[in-house]
């Protein structure tokens, strides 16, 4: 082979090494343009967005004198089970829609007889968050709830009576959460665990308890109706659950 064709032969394969690797460059740019873009394993992320499930506590203290023949507390207690997707971040402020169901009562003497009241509330409510750190975040949420209220007063030989009725109400609230165990990277969507408190103010329509004897029954009945003072459940509030978001 001359020496003109060896320098012919040496220019095509530098040419094709060269196009080889504008190839290849451009391939790989193409498949990384292809991949979503790494998050910052520092941003907040999965700590803000995420749905999370609390258990817990929800304690109200009434002044209203119609809870009276229902309780020897002006508090009623109840169980607190709380569900929340977190949707909307913008730097440390996120929010949340959240649906609760408290379920509790309490019973006491009514005069001579036996009185008992049971509580379902059902709320929605949008939850405002701002974290002060990572694993520290203020709440607060305003809205409305939906109470069934059950009263009951039996004693002696009658039949029960039994006033029942549906309510509506609100709830507003403000607390803070803290983020007890979970990976540092907001990227992570592993467990994390919460402790979360809030106090605030909650309020119900009134109910009419007038309790009018069942003519209809087998055994000795009033002669008169029974009226109770109307019920009010209005007044502070403190709630307390813990909770595991993903």
Known sequence: ???PQIHKLARSMLCAVALASVALRAAAEEDHGA??????PEALGNHQKNIRFDIGGRAQFIKNSGLDPFSKRDAIGQLSLLASYGFWAQDRLSLAGVVGFDYGGSSANARSDQASL?????TLAPELR???LRVL???????????RETAEV????DTPLVRTGWQLGFDATAGVAVELWGYRSGTSHKPRVWLAGEGGYGWSAPMKLSFKPDESGAVP???????????TLAGPLFRVTAGLSF
């Not at 039996?154 to 030989?157: D, E, M």
């Open 137 to 147: 975040a203020l709440t607060a949420k305003v809205g409305p709830t939906l109470t």
């Open 35 to 40: 991949q979503p873009a790494e998050q910052d």
């Open 130 to 132: 701002y974290h002060l």
């Open 221 to 231: 009945q009033r002669l008169m109706p029974l009226v109770l003072e109307d019920l």
């Open 154 to 157: 039996s004693g002696g030989l």
């Open 1 to 3: 082979m001359t020496q």
């Open 118 to 122: 049971e509580l379902e509330r059902f």
